[in-house]
């Protein structure tokens, strides 16, 4: 089975709140997360990503946090837009796999109500 | 999208036709990726390929096949062995030195 998961399949805020996204990973030995959003039809597209040795990193109205301790991923979307509705999806590197690719989980779906 | 171009964008299917899918980048990337994604879930990874005339089979490479003689291209196909063929494929590209993807548009294959 995947290693990459998340707890909510659907997300639902108000325009103006802040969203959170969580995912939750197996694997100890994974070294580096990615976030991604994917609009209807289209390619996932990069959002932030963290490395296994930091635990916050910051970007435009996005936020990534990582907790080791616990195995666990989340995106935080400041003052989230109806643009900002669409699928996130975390994905992780596991260098025991001997493979040089990604590993998806199975994405959150964000609906911003206006 | 970002340099990567994946053809056709809609693509249609007879039981027991093989059909090819094109991905073209011009971002002098190492490594390309096809994944495939079905409605509701996650991206699973078909083939990849870290260097010219090398590649990979990822998690559910059976019923496919591709290749890679140049660095530009990554086409896959799909073959009359993938039983259940119908889904949006994306290709993907990065450099050697890191895992940020930059993926295609996709193409969605369906099977009449």
């Known amino acids: 089975g995947e290693s990459v998961g998340l707890h909510l399949p659907t997300l639902s805020v108000q325009e103006g709140d802040n969203s959170i996204i969580n995912c939750a990973y197996s694997?100890?030995?994974?070294?580096?997360f990615i976030w991604y959003k994917q609009e209807s039809g289209k390619g996932p597209q990069f959002i932030i990503d963290?490395?296994?040795?930091?635990d916050k990193r910051q970007g435009q109205r996005v936020t990534v946090l990582l907790n080791k301790t616990v195995k666990h991923l989340s995106l935080q979307i400041a003052a989230t837009q109806p643009g900002d509705s669409a699928v996130y999806f975390c994905?992780?590197?596991?260098?025991?796999?001997?493979?040089?690719?990604?590993?998806f989980g199975s994405g959150t779906r964000l609906q911003v109500q206006p | 999208d970002g340099g990567i171009t994946q053809s056709p964008k809609y693509l249609f299917r007879k039981e027991g036709q093989n059909v090819t899918l094109s991905c073209e980048q011009n971002?002098?990337?190492?490594?390309m990726y096809w994944y495939r994604q079905d409605p509701g879930q996650g991206l699973r990874l078909i083939y990849y390929?870290?260097?010219?005339?090398?590649?990979q089979k990822g998690d559910i490479a059976e019923g496919y096949s591709v290749s890679r003689e140049k660095k530009e291209s990554f086409p896959l196909t799909v073959t009359s062995a993938q039983k259940n063929p119908t889904a949006f494929y994306l290709c993907?590209?990065?450099?050697?030195?890191?895992?940020?993807?930059?993926f295609g548009s996709g193409t969605r294959l369906t099977v009449v």
């Open positions: 963290i490395r296994s040795n930091m």
């Open positions: 994905a992780e590197n596991r260098p025991d796999t001997g493979r040089r690719a990604l590993t």
């Open positions: 390929s870290q260097i010219v005339n090398d590649f």
């Open positions: 971002l002098n990337h190492d490594a």
């Open positions: 993907a590209t990065t450099t050697g030195a890191n895992y940020g993807y930059t």
């Open positions: 694997n100890s030995a994974s070294d580096y």
